[in-house]
């Protein structure tokens, strides 16, 4: 079956700008995680969703930072007014429970913020 | 917090060796799982061996297998008969079960596997 899809694959912006990042689990996967990867700090996780719902947003870098999911599938991660600290690759996993034991990933978006 | 600290920035073996990456925690919690993945160049984490704290016995998937130290908090991976497709980033990572899931992974830095041929 499909795995975890991320769009788009790479993304240039300028500094200032918004960018929307988009993830699209495993159909049925009820547990979805985003992650960053960056040179500096290596692979961070961000935001965990079980369902709909969000449980504790304080992995996010900032208040720049924003998340949802809607009908317990697709997910987009909002980042506003970008940094050129933002450029990473952002990473989303999901689960086919809340446990995380088996997180499927995605093939990531990398964001340069320029 | 856990901490997952890998100390190998880089290992290159020949083709068919047997190598093993080394991978420490940290943490105050008695039951979590740990994972080790590999990431090519193609930036696809793919999960290769997970272990669950509670379980004595060191798990093994085909020519991957573990060695874990509850007491020493020590989560080694060998890797036998290596072969090119095994050049990649590895990570070793570890979630507490305290959290439900909803801590997320906590990575290491990684170490860069290199396959000679």
Redesign the interface.
């Known amino acids: 079956g499909a795995g975890v899809s991320q769009s788009p694959s790479n993304k240039v912006t300028e500094k200032g700008k918004d960018v929307e990042l988009r993830c699209d689990p495993i159909s049925g996967h009820t ?1 979805l ?1 985003w ?1 960053r990867q960056s040179l500096g700090q ?2 961070e ?2 935001i ?1 969703f ?1 369902g709909n719902s969000a ?2 947003k304080s ?1 996010l870098p900032s208040d720049r930072f924003s998340a949802e999911r809607t009908g317990g599938s697709v997910s987009t991660l909002t980042i506003q007014r970008t940094q050129q600290e933002d450029s990473a ?1 952002y ?1 989303c ?1 999901s ?1 086919k ?12 978006t ?1 964001l340069t913020v320029t | 917090a856990q901490t997952v600290t890998q100390s190998q920035p880089e290992m290159s073996v020949q083709e068919a060796e047997t190598v093993t990456l080394s991978c420490t925690y940290d943490t105050s919690e008695n039951n979590y ?1 740990l994972f080790w ?1 590999k990431q090519p160049p ?6 290769v061996i ?1 272990q ?1 704290a509670y379980k004595q016995q060191n798990a093994t998937e085909n020519r991957f297998s573990v060695n874990f130290q509850k007491a020493a908090k020590s989560f080694s991976l060998k890797i036998s008969d290596s072969q090119l497709g095994d050049t990649a980033m590895y ?1 070793c990572a570890f ?1 507490g079960y305290s959290g ?11 170490t860069h596997l290199i396959i000679q041929p």
């Open positions: 547990a995680y992650y290596g692979l996780f961000l965990y079980q449980p504790d992995g690759v990473l996993a689960s429970d809340n446990r995380g034991y088996e997180q499927y990933f995605g093939p990531g990398r | 799982y993945y193609s930036r696809q984490m793919i999960l997970r669950e990570f979630m439900g899931g909803a801590d997320g992974l906590t990575f290491g830095k990684g």
